[in-house]
């Protein structure tokens, strides 16, 4: 508005110069000319209404706002005088409104290199949303409100939540978790076309994920070997679970249930078609769909182990996760950054897995 009023007020000026060397005579006829004008455009125009934008209204509130009420009347106008009026009351309303609100006050702006940070993150990695931006940001130690990132995406014209999923845990799961594991079999298809198995169990108390194998062919031998590798992982850890939470799959055998029985781990089974009785296990299988295999192309079955491999030590090692307050499985978070000097030089590099698949943030040695 501002630029428009001026660029209004320079040729009016420039105008106003025009108007100086001509006579009295020369300009009375200009003016029957332009209300004659006014007239045929008005004739034109009967029924519709003129828009007039706020440079046009500021100036002819300017120019009109001195003359009397009769004076206006006689100058032939395309709206009437009570909206000349108007308008100057307006302009004078929102000049002594701006003139007195007060200061704002509130929070100070972000660091400049935290809000390159945010964006920087978010840009590498699309399919995060700011609860998951806000986590990678305390892994580094750079403590900031998750709606403080919310507000940097948003700021950027970008979507804080992408795709966002929330889902819920029961309270015995809650209570329980100390002593829980829970395991499921999920598949997944090479560019081969062969049809994959892939066995994970994970710990409900820290969110540690095991991967126990991948086979073609389920067979009872198979699980029921993968069951005592996991026992044996179970007492090299001191992992003291009680219950393992599987569904009613048939390629689990009686073995397998008996070998984990003689270790002490009662199997509790899920109910028919009750996904949310095994939540946090179905909860990473997305996860690992999501960030691995539905960005990767698996060749053959030793391809998928090594993706999962590397995923299974990103995922316990530097992915912060929600349902522990960001914490990692392995690691916990580390002291926060309070140095005003330090977060302004922050110097983070990244480290990528799997050909930049999976991407973790390490601050410069």
């Known amino acids: 508005m501002l630029l428009r009023l001026a660029y209004l007020g320079m040729t009016n000026a420039f105008a106003l110069l025009r108007l100086l060397p001509m006579g009295d005579r020369e300009k009375d006829v200009e003016i029957l000319a332009l209300r004659h004008q006014v007239a045929v455009l008005e004739r034109q125009l009967s029924g519709q209404r003129v828009q007039f934008d706020a440079g046009d209204r500021a100036l002819l509130a300017a120019l009109l706002h001195g003359l009397p009420r009769e004076a206006l009347r006689r100058i032939r106008l395309l709206v009437r005088p009570d909206t000349v009026l108007r308008w100057h009351r307006d302009l004078i309303?929102?000049?002594?409104?701006?003139?007195?609100?007060?200061?704002?006050?509130?929070?100070?702006?972000?660091?400049?290199?935290?809000?390159?940070?945010?964006?920087?993150?978010?840009?590498?990695?699309?399919?995060?949303?700011?609860?998951?931006?806000?986590?990678?940001?305390?892994?580094?130690?750079?403590?900031?409100?998750?709606?403080?990132?919310w507000e940097i995406l948003k700021d950027a014209g970008i979507d804080p939540a992408p795709e966002r999923a929330s889902s819920t845990w029961a309270g015995f799961l809650r209570s329980q978790a100390d002593a829980l594991l829970a395991c499921d079999f999920f598949e997944t298809v090479t560019l081969t076309g062969a049809r994959l198995y892939v066995l994970a169990v994970i710990e409900?108390?820290?969110?540690?994920?095991?991967?126990?194998?991948?086979?073609?062919?389920?067979?009872?031998?198979?699980?029921?070997q993968a069951a005592k590798n996991l026992v044996m992982d179970l007492e090299d850890t001191g992992c003291r679970a009680r219950?393992?939470?599987?569904?009613?799959?048939?390629?689990?055998?009686?073995?397998?249930?008996?070998?984990?029985?003689?270790?002490?781990?009662?199997?509790?089974?899920?109910g028919i078609r009750i996904p949310r009785m095994n939540s946090i296990t179905e909860r990473w299988v997305q996860t690992c769909r999501r960030e691995l295999l539905d960005r990767t192309l698996i060749w053959n079955q030793r391809h998928l182990l090594h993706a999962l491999r590397e995923f299974e030590t990103f995922y316990n090692g530097h992915r912060p996760h929600q349902g522990l307050a960001n914490a990692r499985p392995l690691r916990p978070l580390p002291e926060p950054i309070d140095d005003p000097e330090r977060i302004a030089r922050l110097d983070i590099r990244r480290s990528a897995r799997l050909g930049g698949t999976l991407h973790e943030y390490a601050h410069a040695a």
Do not use: C, M
């Open 93 to 149: 309303a929102r000049r002594h409104a701006a003139a007195s609100r007060p200061k704002r006050g509130g929070r100070p702006r972000t660091v400049h290199s935290i809000r390159a940070l945010v964006l920087r993150l978010a840009r590498e990695n699309p399919n995060w949303g700011y609860r998951r931006l806000h986590g990678e940001l305390l892994v580094l130690g750079v403590t900031v409100a998750a709606s403080t990132v």
């Open 204 to 224: 409900h108390t820290n969110r540690r994920i095991r991967i126990l194998g991948s086979t073609a062919h389920p067979t009872a031998s198979w699980v029921t």
């Open 243 to 270: 219950y393992l939470i599987r569904d009613r799959d048939g390629k689990f055998p009686k073995l397998f249930d008996a070998v984990l029985q003689d270790a002490g781990i009662e199997i509790v089974l899920s």
